[in-house]
């Protein structure tokens, strides 16, 4: 069963880092765009960052500048380095990915269970 496994959340201070980690789990015979996304208490789901199977990538406006996408092919894994986090960046960090099962199927979205990241002081 293909799951992807999210890491890396929990308590930092205004200013702090924190780097997010999703693999994919199970077998798959390719995985096409990688990203994460956000939903705050009240509010919807949004794109934080999104990399393509090249490494092409592209961020939320609040974002741009302090987090940084990256992934290792090799891992099947996407990562998510954020920095300077401020209290607005709190929020349930939800992993996505487009993957293909079958050479017959195309591929699907696939999402994490979330990862609670808190800024607070």
């Known amino acids: 069963q293909v799951q992807l496994v999210e890491s890396g959340g929990g308590l930092v201070q205004p200013g702090g880092s924190l780097r997010l980690s999703c693999r994919v789990s199970?077998?798959?015979?390719?995985?096409?765009?990688m990203g994460w996304y956000r939903q705050a208490p009240g509010k919807e789901r949004e794109l934080v960052a999104v990399?393509?199977?090249?490494?092409?990538?592209n961020y939320a406006d609040s974002v741009n500048g302090r987090f940084t996408i990256s992934r290792d092919n090799t891992k099947k894994t996407v990562y998510l380095q954020m920095n300077s986090l401020k209290p607005d960046d709190t929020a349930v960090y939800y992993c996505?990915?487009?993957?293909?099962?079958?050479?017959?199927?195309?591929?699907?979205?696939?999402w994490g269970k979330g990862t609670l990241v808190t800024v607070s002081s």
């Open positions: 199970g077998s798959v015979i390719r995985i096409n765009d």
């Open positions: 996505n990915a487009a993957l293909r099962l079958t050479f017959v199927a195309p591929a699907m979205d696939y």
């Open positions: 990399i393509s199977s090249g490494g092409s990538s």
